[in-house]
């Protein structure tokens, strides 16, 4: 039975495999891609993380199976809560669940990792960085025929490239793994339980990134004060790894680098939408520019330094409400 996918170009079916068991198979598209997830996978399990098991692939690694985690994704577990705006405790309790155990997926699974497998590239650097804001500029922002002046914006995304490498983000471990599509849409619930899927862009990066993903995920309609409350229980589970020593874990430092990951993440999130949707004419990325944008605008709002730091991004913000 085929699985529908909102984004992948890859083909998910639910089969029996030989043993009985139900499995999910994947036909991929881009071999680079099908190793990164095989290698990931592998590796990620044998830590004993909350990724599926990979059961068999074929001889050109184009098609794996793995296991089958049911039909259940965090994003419809918390319905009420994003329809609402009312988070009821056992949506609470699996949102925490899911970002307490990103920690281990970025800590613990960055341990022996092999980067070179990582595709496209093995790690967030200013070339990935620049890839992304150009994606937000190209894809999204010329698709809403606002008139915009590049040299400007240029000057913010140099001011982001500098404060997103900069070594004083209070980072625990030297080296960490970067989910890069950290999202409820790619959390699994089984038991009660979240279990990990498309994780194949990852690469080597810090841990801001995906927490930013996680909580400022345009639908999901996280509101400010539970973003609050799960960020400090992940800074608590980061906290308490054993890999992780207190002394190298700034709070302080890591929050007050985290907007700066908000704000770059949103607009590389921006960027999808708009390929995703005034290209490829897809309704469903349609639909959730609009609550991008608002989580554009409010972050300004909440965060004065943003808009020091970066007027032209501010003064966008504001043009792009007519689109709210």
């Not at 800074?235 to 874990?249: A, G, I, R």
């Amino acid at each position: 039975m085929a699985i529908k996918q909102q984004g992948s170009n890859r083909v998910y079916t639910r089969e029996t495999d030989a043993n009985g068991r139900s499995v999910i198979r994947v036909q991929g598209t881009n071999l680079d891609e099908n190793r990164a997830f095989i290698y990931m996978a592998r590796h990620f399990h044998a830590l004993g993380l909350p990724v599926p098991e990979l059961y068999w692939v074929s001889d050109d690694e184009m098609s794996y199976t793995q296991e089958d985690l049911g039909d259940t994704i965090l994003f419809d577990a918390i319905r009420h809560g994003r329809e609402t705006g009312e988070f009821l405790s056992e949506e609470r309790t699996l949102l925490e669940r899911a970002i307490r155990a990103l920690a281990h997926v970025q800590v613990t699974g960055a341990q022996d990792f092999d980067w070179s497998v990582c595709f496209p590239v093995p790690a967030f650097d200013e070339r990935s960085i620049r890839w992304d804001l150009n994606y937000f500029k190209y894809c999204f922002l010329k698709g809403t025929q606002i008139e915009f002046s590049e040299p400007k914006l240029e000057d913010d995304f140099d001011k982001m490239v500098k404060n997103l490498l900069s070594p004083v983000t209070g980072n625990p471990s030297p080296v960490t793994f970067l989910y890069r599509d950290f999202q409820s849409r790619n959390v699994m619930i089984r038991d009660g339980q979240p279990y990990f899927i498309d994780f194949q862009g990852g690469r080597r990066g810090p841990t801001q990134y995906d927490v930013a993903s996680f909580l400022w995920q345009a639908k999901a309609n996280i509101p400010q004060s539970l973003r609050d409350e799960l960020i400090e229980a992940y800074m608590d589970e980061l906290s308490n790894l054993q890999t992780v020593k207190p002394s190298n874990f700034d709070k302080a430092a890591w929050r007050a680098a985290l907007p700066h990951f908000v704000l770059f993440r949103t607009l590389q999130v921006l960027g999808a939408y708009g390929y995703r949707g005034y290209f490829e004419r897809k309704q469903h990325f349609l639909e959730s520019i609009p609550n991008a944008i608002k989580n554009l605008h409010e972050l300004f709002e909440m965060n004065p330094d943003l808009f020091t730091q970066y007027p032209y991004l501010y003064a966008l913000s504001n043009d792009l409400l007519f689109l709210v």
